[in-house]
């Protein structure tokens, strides 16, 4: 099945959930952090919350646990993604500023877009 709406496309990844789950454990550790990064993204736009922090928590882990510090950040960012779009601007904060401090200690670029993120939130109480 070809999705053809953000509604269908979230219903195929739901529904091959196990099989992407089982493919994105037999990856490299970058690759495994990405997939289950998506996984949660997934669960966010399809407003499945706790689902969506299980998994980006999971990616998080297993990042720090190899110590890949960029997966980290990543997963960080993505979770205040999530609280931000539930509500919870405290724990946005917390996250993204987690990320940024992790961003800016390995040099990436995406620290930028967390500043942006943590400006809106401070402009927006």
Known sequence: MTPTSFDESIHCL???YGA???MALSLDIDDQERAL???GLGDTAARDYEEALRKLRVAHDTCQAAGQLAGQAA????????AEEHG???LATRRYKEALFIY??????????VMDRLAS?????
């Open 14 to 16: 739901a529904s091959t």
């Open 20 to 22: 992407l789950l089982a």
């Open 37 to 39: 990064s998506f996984l």
């Open 75 to 82: 997963a960080l960012e993505l979770l205040g993604s999530a």
């Open 88 to 90: 919870d601007a405290e």
């Open 104 to 113: 800016l200690a390995v040099g990436s670029v995406r620290g930028h877009a």
């Open 121 to 125: 939130l401070a402009s927006h109480p």
